[in-house]
């Protein structure tokens, strides 16, 4: 026997869930979003990092590199966090994104 829905069924429902499940879902693709362009932006730095010289007494060497690598890294990330600092990458592919899912 098939039951049939009843009001209780509906009204026990936490619409408010749904709501909270949608802006965790939203506060994920943002965060994606600056991970992407945080990335996006080390790559670019690193690249650009090679071009500079370093010879001489007090080059780095190997460690200098790793570092400088780290260091690029770090300030991506804030690059890509910050509001007003942003290159926009992951604002523009934050709402193509949503727009599509």
Do not use: C, H, W
Not at 9 to 14: K, V
Not at 71 to 98: C, H, R, V, W
């Amino acid at each position: 026997m098939v039951n049939g829905i009843r009001r209780e069924d509906i009204t026990s429902i936490d619409f408010r869930n749904v709501q909270g499940m949608k802006a965790t879902e939203d506060e994920k693709l943002k965060r994606v979003s600056q991970e992407f362009e945080s990335v996006f932006v080390a790559q670019m730095l690193n690249i650009m990092d090679k071009t500079i010289e370093r010879t001489g007494f007090i080059s780095g060497g190997q460690a200098e590199e790793k570092f400088r690598s780290m260091l690029n890294q770090y300030i991506a990330q804030d690059i890509a966090k910050s509001p007003t600092g942003s290159i926009g990458i992951a604002k523009q592919m934050y709402e193509q994104m949503k727009r599509t899912l």
